[in-house]
């Protein structure tokens, strides 16, 4: 796993993690990386302060399991939350979401899939929508 700090063109800064830098670099190549402050796509890499190890980190890679762990558990609840309570819409996302907004469609929580340019389209359009941390079950094995 690589943690990169990055930034949008409108300077936002965030952290995430990935696989690899190959798979860091498939992503930002499709745009499949969004600021979740403005929806841009178009993100690089922020200069990052290096990581060092010292001896007073000995005690740390324990605590980091620890911490993943809680925020696999974390997610695994938050998925169960979102599909017990809401209405799976697969790749019809960015069309329901804008009926619903637009009073054409019954309002009601929904999730599912849109292409990072639907996704711009409709934050930019002030429809409140965000990524979620996890694949739906439909699309795992």
Not at 33 to 55: F, H, L, R
Not at 99 to 122: F, H, N, T, V
């Amino acid at each position: 796993m690589i943690n990169y700090t990055l930034k949008c063109d409108k300077n936002h800064r965030f952290d995430s993690w990935f696989k690899s830098v190959e798979a860091f670099d498939m992503l930002i190549n499709k745009s499949l990386i969004i600021c979740s402050e403005c929806g841009s796509t178009n993100i690089t890499k922020a200069i990052m302060a290096p990581s060092v190890s010292t001896s007073r980190k000995k005690d740390e890679p324990r605590k980091e399991i620890q911490t993943k762990s809680k925020i696999k558990n974390d997610i695994l609840e938050l998925k169960k939350k979102i599909e017990a309570n809401s209405e799976y819409v697969g790749n019809n996302f960015a069309n329901e979401a804008r009926s619903m907004y637009l009073g054409e469609a019954p309002e009601r929580s929904i999730y599912g899939e849109a292409k990072a340019d639907d996704a711009k389209k409709l934050i930019d359009d002030g429809i409140p929508v965000m990524p979620l941390p996890f694949l739906p079950a439909k699309k795992t094995n």
